[in-house]
């Protein structure tokens, strides 16, 4: 069992920069992909970012390419997503999940989820 905590979300004006982090337990992600998504209010979870346990294979959606860069440390057993340039259409719930076969977009294919954190992002 993995168990991911996240943490960094805030309130931020639009422009401003935020690091979230996801802490994992219970047993080493070294080879795990790592992924973030999200959850607007009335909306469906969404994919954010993925990178392969290696850090090889890494990809974002169009909506945040550019903006947002997706990072491991498998010594500190964590995963981040560095967000620069927030606009307000990136507020939501961030979920950090994990899973060891090939990242994908796909949310089916993410097998253990952290529980979240808000990341609000005021005009």
């Known amino acids: 069992q993995v168990q991911l905590v996240e943490s960094g979300g805030g309130l931020v004006q639009a422009g401003d920069s935020l690091r979230l982090s996801c802490a994992a337990s219970?047993?080493?992600?070294?080879?795990?992909?790592m992924a973030w998504f999200r959850q607007a209010p009335g909306k469906e979870r969404e994919f954010v970012a993925a990178?392969?346990?290696?850090?090889?294979?890494?990809y974002y959606s169009d909506s945040v390419k550019g903006r947002f860069t997706i990072s491991r440390d498998s010594a500190k057993n964590t995963a981040y997503l560095q967000m620069i340039s927030l606009k307000p259409e990136d507020t939501a719930v961030y979920y950090c999940?994990?899973?060891?076969?090939?990242?994908?977009?796909?949310?089916?294919?993410?097998?253990?989820w952290g529980q979240g954190t808000q990341v609000t992002v005021s005009s």
């Open positions: 990178i392969s346990w290696g850090g090889i294979r890494i």
């Open positions: 219970g047993r080493t992600i070294r080879k795990y992909s």
């Open positions: 999940a994990a899973d060891p076969r090939d990242p994908s977009q796909g949310l089916e294919s993410w097998r253990y």
